[in-house]
C-alpha cells in the first residue's frame, strides 16, 4: 500500500483524555477515534492490526478442532431468564426492546445463546465432543470504561464453547484451549503468563487467565521466583504460617485509647504487627454482616471470602449500625464476643498464633493474650488471605514475586453449570440421558491490540511485534519529489511485496522528518530509507525500530536482507 492512500492521521499532542500508552498511542498514530465512552472507531492500521490478531486466533481455534459459527449479537431475554442471569447481569448488560416490547440484549457473552442451540440440536454421544467459536463484538455497560480499548463498552472478543459427554473429556478439550492459548500469545510475539484464576461468577472448575505482562495492568500476578507457579492475586492459595508455639496465657484486656488501626494498637502496645490480629466487616449485597479476621500484617482477600458463602455475589464494606447490632465495636474488633449466628471467619494462620492481640468489642480496649485456638468460638476456618511478594509458593514453597499483566484471555471449565439449568443433555453409549459437560474460553482481541501496545513501546511510539503489527515494513523515499529516490524506493517495494512481505511505501511529498516520525510513532518494526546515497553510492539503510540499529546494503539486496531481518522481529 501507498501512505498517500492511507488513511491515518497522526497527531503530535497527546490527548489529555488519554491516560495510558496505549491509548494515547493509537489516538496519536491514527489508529482510533472515539465515538463515545467506551466506544471507538478502528481506522485502517488499527483494522489491519486487528485481521492479524484474528486470523492467529482463528487459525490455533482451527487447529484445536473449533468450528467457526456466528450468533446473533442480539439476545432475546428469556434464554438468560432460564439460567437466571437476566438478574445477576446488573447493570453491565446493555437492554433493548423490539417493537412489540419483546425484552432483548446486546450479548456479553454467549453461554446461553449457544447452549440453548446446542440442546436443540445434540443428541447423541456421536456428535461429542464439539467446540464451537466465534468472533464478533461484545457488549458490556462498564461502570468505568477506561483505558480506551482495554476497558470498552463494545468489543472485540473471540469465545470458543466446548461440549463433552464427561469430565475427562471436558478436561482434554480444556487441556486443547490452553495449548492453544500458548500458541496464540506466543506467535502475537507478546510477554505472556498463564496463571491460576478465580472463577468469578461465571461459577465451575478450574481457570486460567492469560496475562500480558505490562506495568499498566489491572491484574496482580504472584509467580514462583523458583518453580512455575502463577496465579492471580485473587486466586494464589496460601499456606498456613505456624507460629513459635509458646504456653497459652492468660486473657487480659487492655486499653488501648483512640488506636482505630492496627498499626496504632501494635505502635501503643509495642508489639511486632505479627502479633496482633486485624478484623475487615464486610456486608453481603443482602445486608448480612460478615467478619473477616487476619494477622495485622496481612490483608483480607474478599474474593476468598466471597467463594466461602454460596449466596454472596460481592461484598461491600459493612456499615457501622451492623456491626453494632452484631455486639462488635467498629476500629476494636474480633471474635470473641460476637453474637452468635454472626458469619466469622479467621484466616488459618490466625488460628496458628499464641498469645495475639485482639480488638475487645469495646471502645478504646483490646484483648492481649488471645490465642484463637483456645478462644475462638463458632468460626469458619479458611485461607482467606493476599498473597504479597516474598510469601511461601504454595508449590515449593520458595518465595513468590509480584508483576502486573492486563488479562487479554481466560479459559473456564464450566462442567454441567449451564447445561443443567438449561436442559442440554445427549444420550450416552447406554442409551441414558447425561448433561452436556461444558467449558468456556475468551480472548479480547482489542484489548490483546492494546495490551501488546502497553508492552511495546518506548517514547516516540509504539514497536509493533512483526506478526501483528499494521505493516511489516515502511519503504521511505527521503524525498519523494525526487524522481530516482521515489523510482528506487518503488523497486524495492516492489521486490518486498514479491516476496510476500506485507510493505508501505511512504511515497507522500513531506519532508523526511515527518515521515521518520510517523513511521516511529505508528511503529513499523522495519523502515528502509531510500535517501540520496541509495541513488548516487547504491547504499540502502534498514532500521530496526525496536534497537534502532540499522544495517546497509545495496539496493539489489535490500528486499532480501528485509526479509531475513523481519524473520526474528
Ligand atoms: P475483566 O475482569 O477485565 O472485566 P472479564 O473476566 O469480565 O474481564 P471475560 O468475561 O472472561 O472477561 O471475557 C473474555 C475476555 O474479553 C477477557 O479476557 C478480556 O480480554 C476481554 N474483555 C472483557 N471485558 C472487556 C472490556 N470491557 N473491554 C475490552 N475487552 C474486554
Ligand atoms: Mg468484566
Given at each position: 500500500?501507498?501512505?498517500?492512500?492511507?488513511?491515518?492521521?497522526?497527531?503530535r499532542?497527546?490527548?489529555?483524555e488519554?491516560?495510558?500508552?496505549?491509548?494515547?498511542?493509537?489516538?496519536r498514530?491514527?489508529?482510533?477515534?472515539?465515538?463515545a465512552?467506551?466506544?471507538y472507531?478502528?481506522?485502517?492500521?488499527?483494522?489491519?492490526?486487528?485481521?492479524?490478531?484474528?486470523?492467529?486466533?482463528?487459525?490455533?481455534m482451527?487447529?484445536?478442532?473449533?468450528?467457526?459459527?456466528?450468533?446473533p449479537?442480539?439476545?432475546?431475554s428469556e434464554?438468560?431468564?432460564?439460567t437466571?442471569?437476566?438478574?445477576?447481569?446488573?447493570?453491565?448488560m446493555?437492554?433493548?426492546?423490539?417493537?412489540?416490547?419483546r425484552e432483548f440484549?446486546?450479548?456479553?457473552?454467549?453461554?446461553?445463546m449457544v447452549t440453548?442451540?446446542i440442546?436443540?440440536?445434540v443428541?447423541?454421544?456421536k456428535?461429542?465432543?464439539?467446540m464451537?467459536?466465534?468472533?464478533?463484538?461484545?457488549?458490556?455497560?462498564?461502570?468505568?470504561?477506561?483505558f480506551?480499548?482495554?476497558?470498552?463498552?463494545?468489543f472485540?472478543?473471540k469465545d470458543l464453547y466446548s461440549?463433552?459427554?464427561?469430565?475427562e473429556?471436558?478436561?482434554?478439550?480444556?487441556?486443547?484451549?490452553?495449548?492453544?492459548?500458548?500458541?496464540v500469545?506466543?506467535?502475537?510475539?507478546?510477554e505472556f503468563?498463564?496463571?491460576?484464576a478465580?472463577?468469578?461468577?461465571?461459577?465451575?472448575g478450574?481457570?486460567?487467565?492469560?496475562?500480558?505482562?505490562?506495568?499498566?495492568g489491572?491484574?496482580n500476578?504472584?509467580?514462583?521466583?523458583s518453580?512455575?507457579?502463577?496465579?492471580?492475586?485473587e486466586?494464589?492459595?496460601?499456606?498456613?504460617?505456624k507460629?513459635?508455639?509458646?504456653?497459652?496465657?492468660?486473657?487480659?484486656?487492655?486499653?488501648?485509647?483512640?488506636?482505630?488501626?492496627?498499626?496504632k494498637?501494635?505502635?501503643?502496645?509495642?508489639?511486632?504487627?505479627?502479633?496482633?490480629?486485624?478484623?475487615?466487616?464486610?456486608?453481603?449485597?443482602?445486608?448480612?454482616?460478615?467478619?473477616?479476621f487476619v494477622?495485622?500484617d496481612?490483608?483480607?482477600n474478599?474474593v476468598k471470602?466471597?467463594?466461602?458463602?454460596?449466596?454472596?455475589?460481592e461484598?461491600?464494606m459493612a456499615?457501622?449500625?451492623?456491626?453494632?447490632?452484631?455486639?462488635?465495636?467498629?476500629?476494636?474488633?474480633s471474635?470473641i464476643?460476637i453474637?452468635?449466628g454472626?458469619?466469622?471467619?479467621v484466616d488459618?494462620t490466625?488460628?496458628?498464633?499464641?498469645?495475639?492481640?485482639?480488638g475487645?468489642?469495646?471502645?478504646d480496649?483490646?484483648?492481649?493474650?488471645?490465642?484463637?485456638?483456645?478462644?475462638?468460638?463458632?468460626v469458619i476456618?479458611a485461607?482467606?488471605?493476599?498473597?504479597?511478594?516474598?510469601?511461601?509458593?504454595?508449590?515449593?514453597?520458595?518465595?513468590?514475586k509480584?508483576?502486573?499483566?492486563?488479562?487479554?484471555?481466560?479459559?473456564f471449565?464450566?462442567?454441567?453449570k449451564?447445561s443443567?439449568?438449561?436442559?442440554?443433555?445427549?444420550?450416552?453409549?447406554?442409551?441414558?440421558?447425561?448433561?452436556?459437560?461444558?467449558?468456556?474460553?475468551?480472548?479480547?482481541?482489542?484489548?490483546?491490540?492494546?495490551a501488546?501496545?502497553?508492552?511495546?513501546?518506548?517514547?516516540n511510539?509504539i514497536?509493533?511485534?512483526?506478526?501483528?503489527?499494521?505493516f511489516?515494513?515502511?519503504?521511505v523515499?527521503?524525498?519523494?519529489?525526487?524522481?530516482?529516490?521515489?523510482?528506487?524506493?518503488?523497486?524495492?517495494?516492489?521486490?518486498?511485496?514479491a516476496?510476500?512481505?506485507?510493505?508501505?511505501?511512504?511515497d507522500?511529498?513531506?519532508?523526511?522528518?515527518?515521515?521518520?516520525?510517523d513511521?516511529d510513532?505508528?511503529?513499523?518494526?522495519?523502515?528502509?530509507?531510500?535517501?540520496?546515497k541509495?541513488?548516487?553510492?547504491?547504499?540502502?539503510?534498514?532500521?530496526?525500530?525496536?534497537?534502532?540499529?540499522?544495517?546497509?546494503?545495496?539496493?539489489?539486496?535490500?528486499?532480501?536482507?528485509?526479509?531475513e531481518l523481519?524473520?526474528s522481529l
Open positions: 500500500m501507498r501512505a498517500t492512500n492511507l488513511y491515518a492521521p497522526t497527531l499532542e497527546t490527548p489529555a488519554a491516560e495510558v500508552r496505549s491509548h494515547q498511542l493509537m489516538l498514530a491514527g489508529m482510533i477515534r472515539k465515538a465512552g467506551g466506544l472507531t478502528y481506522m485502517p492500521l488499527a483494522w489491519r492490526t486487528l485481521k492479524k490478531i484474528m486470523n492467529i486466533v482463528r487459525e490455533e482451527d487447529a484445536a478442532g473449533g468450528q467457526e459459527i456466528a450468533m449479537i442480539v439476545q432475546p434464554i438468560w431468564k432460564e437466571g442471569r437476566w438478574a445477576v447481569y446488573g447493570d453491565e446493555f437492554r433493548v426492546s423490539d417493537r412489540h416490547g440484549c446486546l450479548g456479553p457473552t454467549h453461554e446461553e440453548t442451540l440442546r436443540d440440536e443428541r447423541s454421544y456428535q461429542l465432543p464439539l464451537l467459536y466465534q468472533i464478533q463484538n461484545k457488549y458490556r455497560d462498564e461502570i468505568r470504561p477506561r480506551g480499548l482495554m476497558r470498552g463498552r463494545e472485540i472478543m461440549f463433552d459427554k464427561d469430565e473429556g471436558m478436561n482434554e478439550s480444556y487441556k486443547k484451549m490452553y495449548d492453544a492459548y500458548t500458541n500469545f506466543t506467535r502475537m510475539g507478546l503468563r498463564p496463571v491460576e478465580d472463577n468469578g461468577a461465571i461459577g465451575g478450574h481457570s486460567h487467565e492469560f496475562t500480558v505482562l505490562a506495568e499498566a489491572e491484574s500476578i504472584a509467580y514462583c521466583s518453580c512455575d507457579y502463577a496465579a492471580s492475586d486466586k494464589a492459595e496460601l499456606k498456613v504460617i507460629a513459635e508455639p509458646e504456653e497459652m496465657k492468660e486473657l487480659q484486656k487492655v486499653s488501648t485509647p483512640d488506636a482505630h488501626t492496627i498499626e494498637v501494635a505502635q501503643y502496645l509495642r508489639l511486632p504487627l505479627e502479633k496482633t490480629i486485624k478484623a475487615v466487616a464486610f456486608q453481603s449485597e443482602k445486608g448480612e454482616l460478615i467478619l473477616a494477622r495485622g496481612h490483608d483480607v474478599d471470602v466471597v467463594n466461602l458463602f454460596e449466596d454472596a455475589i461484598l461491600h456499615e457501622d449500625e451492623a456491626i453494632t447490632a452484631a455486639g462488635g465495636v467498629a476500629g476494636f474488633m471474635p464476643g453474637k452468635e454472626t458469619k466469622v471467619v488459618a490466625v488460628m496458628e498464633m499464641y498469645n495475639a492481640c485482639a475487645a468489642n469495646e471502645k480496649a483490646h484483648f492481649i493474650n488471645v490465642n484463637p485456638s483456645r478462644d475462638f468460638k463458632n476456618v485461607d482467606i488471605r493476599m498473597i504479597k511478594e516474598g510469601d511461601a509458593c504454595p508449590h515449593c514453597g520458595a518465595p513468590v509480584m508483576t502486573r499483566g492486563i488479562e487479554a484471555g481466560q479459559v471449565t464450566l462442567g454441567t449451564y443443567k439449568s438449561l436442559h442440554a443433555t445427549f444420550l450416552d453409549e447406554n442409551g441414558k440421558e447425561k448433561l452436556l459437560v461444558m467449558g468456556c474460553y475468551g480472548i479480547g482481541v482489542s484489548r490483546t491490540m492494546a501488546a501496545i502497553e508492552q511495546n513501546n518506548d517514547e511510539g514497536i509493533w511485534p512483526r506478526a501483528i503489527a499494521p511489516e515494513v515502511v519503504v523515499p527521503v524525498n519523494a519529489k525526487d524522481e530516482a529516490q521515489l523510482s528506487l524506493a518503488e523497486e524495492i517495494y516492489n521486490g518486498l511485496k516476496n510476500g512481505a506485507d510493505a508501505l511505501l511512504d507522500r511529498k513531506d519532508r523526511a522528518g515527518v515521515k521518520f516520525k513511521a510513532l505508528i511503529g513499523y518494526p522495519l523502515r528502509i530509507t531510500v535517501g540520496p541509495a541513488v548516487n553510492e547504491d547504499t540502502v539503510e534498514l532500521k530496526i525500530r525496536r534497537n534502532g540499529e540499522t544495517v546497509i546494503c545495496s539496493k539489489a539486496e535490500a528486499a532480501a536482507k528485509a526479509l523481519l524473520k
